[in-house]
């Protein structure tokens, strides 16, 4: 069986005979045995760590969570610094999140959470900072303020979290380079390993926004309503 | 580059060591050989223990008589009687900074029973624990604005001319430099060794006891390292975690022929021993966890459900999971006092790295996540005080200037390969010093690490690039798991009785 790794400067074919293995197991037998400049991240091999996201024929996966298929081309996060081989800089993407203040700002003591408002955001909390959204999200390629997925993400689950006593704040925060800028294309929620879809969180936090008195800026600056000369909307 | 408090380690001890420390006034820097977010702690799925009695009715003094027990007579009644009394505090806490906890339908926090408890009394997040709680420090600390360092990996402690520590060596990975971070006071949150088992462990691949190889090397005093707790209920092949919780739902252990032969929840040490006995009379073992369910398996044992399907092609919903105990958690560590200071001035311990006598000689499923939050408030609170009151944290900064393990790294030859060697240690010490052990297989384990040091300088690393070097930081760990490992071994031949996780039998 043969994979191809990109490394520093080009693809690197290993041969590889291991039977129903992770992408994981065959990166560290080729380090182990083969090749022991080859540079890549890992801690749990059990999914829930977020070190070895990488791109499996053009498409975000978890290399601890795939199974390798003869020929599969393996290439590090797109939109993120390159370290080595496989390894990001993730410094960047995580930065998003503090911009975008996902955490609980102020303490509800009054919030008395129930099993429902539980599942309001147990999803959102189950996001393990993988980065393959952002790697997938054209928006972050082309925009290095925007917030990006897993941050708005982060968001959401704070402001439909009963115990945040200012989620109008979070929503003030989120006006610039935020919800307005993505364009649900949806690419996110393809890639996430956690079934997230921080498309949808987005849009929730769109209403959110318009009920605290935002409205989308692509509409409200062009006069023209937003809309073309054949009168169909153009955002 | 200067600070206050330096913190080696970003786990669930480190992060919360950080808060308190910041909290009280000090500087505060963090710093991880990986990202903060993906420490072990985010492996966690059971659940954190407090007496909340929110299921059913249970008590601090029943907390304390099980923890107390289950420590065959090694741990501190003062230190667990206060990590049982601050529980529901520590619970409240995460609670009011944002963890998603399950809750019952009543809206209390849900709460489940683990081995050797007497009441339904782990607080958990559905099986996702640790990453909930983990994620929330994380945001809290982005919040308070503690710095940190992510991929710096500790080489050595600083040490002054009187023994003190005054901050560390840091290899920043990226760039491949050495950095010296100076600090009035160091804390340790660096966790545990149980990677020297190599494959035969549910650990992370960065648990391989980096900061307590150095802390010994700085002269700290290590305690119970023979104490290693093997879980029960490792996948077969990969030795990847089916958590605790399983069995604690109602999950059975079976071997071939279709029996039950243990009380599935006895404490750890017990269980392991009974399925260690089943695999050397020629038996499989395996967990039956399909009469609880479809529904309820995916609501509450997703990752399990996954991880089975994943590893082992097995769908625990209508397959028997095959299974193994492997080493999972290691009770001993750094010597610390109830204020979490260690035995050298000016050097603070938490988390699994460190040893506060609450787990002896065999540690509770839950009582883990909770130490990490009751004791890494202890070290940051004690970290800072030691900055604002004592007096030798006002000398400069003049640490001995010695040759570090580093620079005489380059002279080092590549003849024999160290990952080989890796794989066989750990093969060595599940054989030799794992769940059941005898003199003689101990003799041999320390004949074999003797030799292992020895040839160390013919190991050596081939990737000889500065940026990035995954082969140099892997030898680097190497050599750590070697001093470790002469530490458990030692600590095993020393104690001839059997003690909870350390049993031996009578040649
Ligand atoms: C699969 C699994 C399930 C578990 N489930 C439970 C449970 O349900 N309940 C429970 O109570 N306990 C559980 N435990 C145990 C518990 O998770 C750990 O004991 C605990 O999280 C340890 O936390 P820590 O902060 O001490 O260390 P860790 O979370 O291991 O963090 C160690 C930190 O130190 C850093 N570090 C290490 N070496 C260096 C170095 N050389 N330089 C720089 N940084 C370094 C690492 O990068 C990391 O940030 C489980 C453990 C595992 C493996
Ligand atoms: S939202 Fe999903 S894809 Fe994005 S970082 Fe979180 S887990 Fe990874
Ligand atoms: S839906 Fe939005 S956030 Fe998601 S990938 Fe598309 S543009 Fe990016
Ligand atoms: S190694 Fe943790 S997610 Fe793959």
Same mark, same amino acid.
């Given at each position: 069986?043969?994979?191809?790794? !990109?490394?520093?400067?080009?693809?690197?074919?290993?041969?590889?005979?291991?039977? %129903?293995?992770?992408?994981?197991?065959?990166?560290?037998?080729?380090?182990?045995?083969?090749?022991?400049?080859?540079?890549?991240?890992?801690?749990?091999?059990?999914?829930?760590?977020?070190?070895?996201?990488?791109?499996?024929n053009?498409?975000?996966?978890? @290399? $601890?969570?795939?199974?390798?298929?003869?020929?599969?081309?393996?290439?590090?996060?797109?939109?993120?610094?390159?370290?080595?081989?496989?390894?990001?800089?993730?410094?960047?993407?995580?930065?998003?999140?503090?911009?975008?203040?996902?955490?609980?700002q102020?303490?509800?003591?009054?919030?008395?959470?129930?099993?429902?408002?539980?599942?309001?955001?147990a999803?959102?909390?189950?996001?393990?900072l $993988?980065?393959? $959204?952002?790697?997938?999200?054209?928006?972050?390629?082309?925009?290095e303020?925007? #917030?990006?997925?897993?941050?708005?993400?982060?968001?959401?689950?704070?402001?439909?979290?009963?115990?945040?006593?200012?989620?109008?704040?979070?929503?003030?925060?989120?006006?610039?380079?935020?919800?307005?800028?993505?364009? *649900?294309?949806?690419?996110?929620?393809?890639?996430?390993?956690?079934?997230?879809?921080?498309?949808?969180?987005?849009?929730?936090?769109?209403?959110?926004?318009?009920?605290?008195?935002y409205?989308?800026?692509?509409?409200?600056?062009?006069?023209?309503?937003?809309?073309?000369?054949?009168?169909?909307?153009?955002? | 580059?200067?600070?206050?408090?330096?913190?080696?380690?970003?786990?669930?001890?480190? *992060?919360?060591?950080a808060?308190?420390?910041?909290? @009280?006034?000090?500087d505060?820097?963090?710093?991880?050989?990986?990202?903060?977010?993906?420490?072990?702690?985010?492996?966690?799925?059971?659940?954190?223990?407090?007496?909340?009695?929110?299921?059913?009715?249970?008590?601090?003094?029943?907390?304390?008589?099980?923890?107390?027990?289950?420590?065959?007579?090694?741990?501190?009644?003062?230190?667990?009687?206060?990590?049982?009394?601050?529980?529901?505090?520590?619970?409240?806490?995460?609670?009011?900074i944002?963890?998603?906890?399950?809750?019952?339908?009543?809206?209390?926090?849900?709460?489940?029973?683990?081995?050797g408890?007497?009441?339904?009394?782990?607080?958990?997040?559905? %099986?996702?624990?640790?990453?909930?709680?983990?994620?929330?420090?994380?945001?809290?600390?982005?919040?308070?604005?503690?710095?940190?360092?992510?991929?710096?990996?500790?080489?050595?402690? #600083?040490?002054?001319?009187?023994?003190?520590?005054?901050?560390?060596?840091?290899?920043?990975?990226?760039?491949?430099?050495?950095?010296?971070?100076? @600090?009035? $006071?160091?804390?340790?949150?660096?966790?545990?060794?149980?990677?020297?088992?190599? !494959?035969?462990?549910t650990?992370?691949?960065?648990?391989?006891? %980096?900061?307590?190889?150095?802390a010994?090397?700085?002269?700290?005093?290590?305690?119970?390292?023979?104490?290693?707790?093997?879980?029960?209920?490792?996948?077969?092949?990969?030795?990847?975690?089916?958590?605790?919780?399983?069995?604690?739902?109602?999950?059975?252990?079976?071997?071939?022929?279709?029996?039950?032969?243990?009380?599935?929840?006895?404490?750890?040490?017990?269980?392991?021993?009974?399925?260690?006995?089943?695999?050397? @009379?020629?038996?499989?073992?395996?967990?039956d966890?399909?009469?609880?369910?479809e529904?309820?398996?995916?609501?509450?044992?997703?990752?399990?459900?996954?991880?089975?399907? &994943?590893?082992?092609?097995?769908?625990?919903?209508?397959?028997?999971?095959?299974?193994?105990?492997?080493?999972?958690?290691?009770?001993?560590?750094?010597?610390?006092?109830?204020?979490?200071?260690?035995?050298?001035?000016?050097?603070?311990?938490?988390?699994?790295?460190?040893?506060?006598?609450?787990?002896?000689?065999?540690?509770?499923?839950g009582?883990?996540?909770?130490?990490?939050?009751?004791?890494?408030?202890?070290?940051?609170?004690?970290?800072?005080?030691?900055?604002?009151?004592?007096?030798?944290?006002?000398?400069?900064?003049?640490?001995?200037?010695?040759?570090?393990? &580093?620079?005489? &790294?380059?002279?080092?030859?590549?003849?024999?390969?160290?990952?080989?060697?890796?794989?066989?240690?750990?093969?060595?010490?599940?054989?030799?010093?794992?769940?059941?052990?005898?003199?003689?297989?101990?003799?041999?384990?320390?004949?074999?690490?003797?030799?292992?040091?020895?040839? &160390?300088?013919?190991?050596?690393?081939?990737?000889?690039?500065?940026?990035?070097?995954?082969?140099?930081?892997?030898?680097?760990?190497?050599?750590?798991?070697?001093?470790?490992?002469?530490?458990?071994?030692?600590?095993? *031949?020393?104690?001839?009785?059997?003690?909870?996780?350390h049993?031996?039998?009578?040649?």
């Open positions: 069986m043969k994979v191809h790794v !990109k490394r520093e400067s080009d693809f690197v074919a290993y041969d590889v005979e291991l039977p %129903d293995a992770t992408l994981l197991e065959v990166l560290s037998s080729i380090k182990t045995e083969q090749d022991n400049s080859l540079a890549f991240s890992s801690g749990c091999r059990s999914s829930v760590c977020g070190s070895c996201s990488m791109r499996v053009e498409k975000e996966v978890l @290399a $601890c969570a795939y199974k390798v298929q003869d020929g599969d081309v393996i290439e590090p996060l797109k939109n993120i610094e390159v370290i080595r081989d496989l390894v990001v800089n993730m410094d960047k993407a995580l930065e998003t999140k503090k911009r975008a203040k996902t955490w609980l102020t303490y509800n003591k009054e919030a008395k959470l129930t099993h429902e408002d539980e599942k309001i955001n999803l959102q909390s189950d996001c393990i $993988c980065g393959s $959204c952002y790697s997938a999200c054209p928006v972050y390629a082309v925009n303020e925007f #917030l990006g997925p897993f941050a708005l993400t982060g968001v959401w689950k704070y402001v439909s979290d009963k115990r945040e006593a200012q989620p109008k704040e979070k929503i003030d925060t989120i006006q610039t380079n935020g919800v307005w800028d993505c364009t *649900l294309c949806n690419e996110c929620t393809l890639v996430c390993p956690q079934g997230i879809s921080s498309k949808a969180d987005i849009e929730k936090l769109r209403m959110k926004s318009t009920m605290a008195g409205a989308d800026p692509s509409f409200t600056q062009s006069f023209d309503g937003g809309f073309g000369f054949d009168g169909s909307p153009s955002f | 580059m200067k600070t206050d408090v330096l913190i080696i380690g970003s786990g669930g001890a480190g *992060l919360t060591a808060l308190a420390a910041k909290d @009280a006034g000090a505060v820097r963090v710093i991880t050989k990986e990202y903060p977010t993906r420490s072990q702690t985010c492996m966690a799925q059971g659940g954190m223990n407090a007496a909340l009695g929110n299921v059913s009715h249970d008590s601090i003094e029943d907390h304390i008589q099980n923890t107390l027990k289950s420590a065959h007579g090694e741990a501190d009644e003062e230190a667990v009687r206060y990590m049982c009394s601050e529980a529901p505090n520590a619970v409240a806490w995460l609670d009011e944002g963890v998603c906890f399950s809750r019952t339908p009543e809206g209390k926090i849900a709460q489940r029973r683990l081995g408890a007497s009441a339904p009394r782990a607080c958990y997040a559905q %099986d996702y624990t640790g990453l909930k709680i983990l994620h929330t420090l994380y945001e809290r600390c982005l919040k308070k604005d503690v710095e940190m360092f992510s991929e710096r990996y500790l080489v050595d402690l #600083l040490t002054k001319e009187d023994g003190s520590i005054c901050g560390a060596l840091i290899l920043n990975m990226r760039s491949g430099e050495l950095e010296h971070h100076f @600090a009035k $006071c160091v804390v340790l949150a660096s966790g545990g060794y149980s990677r020297i088992y190599d !494959k035969y462990s650990n992370s691949t960065a648990s391989t006891g %980096d900061g307590i190889a150095a010994s090397r700085a002269g700290a005093k290590l305690l119970g390292m023979e104490f290693v707790q093997f879980h029960p209920t490792g996948l077969k092949n990969s030795s990847i975690l089916i958590s605790e919780s399983a069995r604690g739902e109602g999950g059975y252990l079976l071997n071939s022929k279709g029996e039950r032969f243990t009380n599935e929840l006895a404490p750890r040490d017990e269980v392991s021993r009974a399925i260690n006995e089943q695999i050397v @009379a020629g038996e499989e073992v395996f967990l966890i399909r009469h609880l369910g529904r309820f398996i995916d609501e509450n044992l997703p990752q399990e459900r996954k991880l089975a399907l &994943l590893y082992e092609n097995v769908d625990p919903v209508k397959d028997l999971i095959p299974i193994k105990a492997v080493a999972h958690y290691t009770m001993g560590g750094i010597e610390v006092d109830n204020k979490s200071q260690t035995s050298v001035s000016g050097l603070f311990a938490c988390g699994e790295c460190a040893n506060h006598k609450v787990h002896g000689a065999n540690r509770l499923g009582n883990s996540l909770l130490e990490i939050i009751v004791f890494g408030r202890e070290a940051g609170k004690s970290a800072a005080n030691f900055v604002f009151c004592d007096e030798k944290c006002q000398n400069d900064f003049d640490f001995k200037k010695e040759k570090s393990f &580093l620079d005489a &790294l380059i002279e080092y030859k590549n003849e024999i390969d160290f990952y080989q060697k890796r794989t066989e240690l750990g093969e060595l010490f599940y054989k030799k010093v794992g769940i059941i052990r005898k003199e003689s297989q101990l003799q041999e384990a320390k004949q074999e690490i003797e030799l292992l040091k020895k040839q &160390l300088p013919l190991m050596g690393v081939k990737d000889t690039s500065k940026v990035y070097n995954t082969n140099l930081m892997e030898f680097i760990e190497f050599r750590n798991m070697l001093d470790i490992c002469e530490r458990v071994v030692s600590s095993a *031949l020393a104690r001839k009785k059997s003690c909870g996780a049993f031996v039998v009578e040649e």
